[in-house]
């Protein structure tokens, strides 16, 4: 929807332009559903006193707003860090198309929110041992989510590429999967080592009794037999983890939390720890490679195979 025609728009006209602008960026699906949730209920809030989303620029009404979030919902600080993200995105949307003359919530969110910003950097997220790994994945009884924690941790993926995995993208000769392209993607060529491909072709032989559509070609699916959303990875993830004392949900502390993005740093901390060299890891992340040299060269899947065979660690499963 275009508001170049729209003087005063209403609220629901500056939601839905906003949540067009975020599909154009290419945000995932689940930042997206929190960044409108967050404004819907900013937008609620300033009707509730007689204002508008178009009033973010006050301070005051900042003020206001981060008050309610404290005092009334009684959120983190985490959360309303990322409530006020959400509302400097929105606000730099509304920049752009000329219904504000400037974006006070970097500013803002410096002054007051500063201590969790500080605090950031001195957490660290949970790691735990190669042992500790095997006893969590090896805690599961369900097949589909002993694959999920087991690819995870092989392969170090984000839970968004693995809700997006398809049956057809596992090949099992080679021993590796080819992932769909997303934005924070360079290389989509992933490995599993034999024990990892044994777990996933137990799930594989049990899929269909999930499905109720034949036609489904996704590798991990929920009970309505349809893909499993990034929202359902992590509430399997933390599901057993807590259930094995390594996840506290309500931990302030990066520490006191093992969520699906640990798994990311467990397997970059054992491939590092197993002498791999730092762009074979890069390459096996998928991170971005900035430097020249690095642009400039181009690794042998085969070898990088190789090297993630003799660095990944056994679990045991």
Do not use: T
């Given at each position: 929807m275009s508001l170049a025609q729209s003087p005063f728009p209403s609220e629901e006209d500056l939601i839905e332009s906003f949540e067009e602008d975020l599909t154009l960026r290419d945000l995932g699906a689940e930042a997206k559903r929190h960044y409108l949730a967050y404004l819907r209920l900013a937008s609620s809030f300033l009707n509730g006193r007689g204002k508008s989303l178009l009033d973010l620029q006050d301070i005051d009404v900042l003020r206001e707003f981060l008050t309610y979030l404290r005092k009334k919902r009684k959120v983190s600080t985490k959360t309303a860090h990322h409530y006020l993200s959400a509302l400097s995105s929105f606000c730099?949307?509304?920049l752009l198309e000329g219904y504000l003359s400037s974006n006070p919530i970097p500013a803002f969110r410096k002054r007051y929110l500063a201590s969790y910003r500080s605090s950031m950097g001195l957490s660290r997220r949970k790691v735990i041992s190669a042992e500790e790994m095997g006893r969590l994945i090896n805690s599961v009884l369900s097949p589909r989510d002993k694959a999920i924690l087991t690819v995870l941790a092989k392969t170090g993926v984000r839970r968004g590429e693995l809700a997006s995995i398809d049956v057809?993208?596992?090949?099992?000769?080679?021993?590796?999967?080819?992932?769909?392209p997303k934005r924070k993607r360079t290389n989509r060529l992933v490995f599993l080592d034999e024990e990892g491909l044994r777990v996933l072709r137990s799930w594989v032989t049990v899929r269909d009794s999930y499905l109720q559509d034949m036609e489904e070609r996704a590798?991990?699916?929920?009970?309505?037999?349809t893909r499993l959303c990034t929202h359902s990875v992590y509430q399997i993830v933390t599901k057993h983890a807590g259930r094995l004392g390594i996840h506290d949900s309500g931990s302030e502390d990066l520490e006191g939390r093992f969520t699906p993005h640990c798994f990311r740093h467990w397997f970059t901390t054992v491939l590092r720890r197993g002498g791999m060299r730092r762009e074979l890891i890069q390459e096996l992340r998928g991170d971005s490679r900035k430097d020249a040299i690095?642009?400039?060269?181009?690794?042998?899947?085969?070898?990088?195979?190789?090297?993630?065979?003799?660095?990944?660690?056994?679990?045991?499963?």
């Open positions: 730099d949307f509304l057809d993208d596992i090949d099992w000769e080679s021993g590796c999967i080819n992932l769909k590798l991990f699916v929920g009970e309505p037999g690095d642009i400039y060269d181009h690794i042998d899947p085969e070898e990088l195979q190789r090297e993630y065979l003799r660095c990944i660690p056994a679990l045991g499963l």
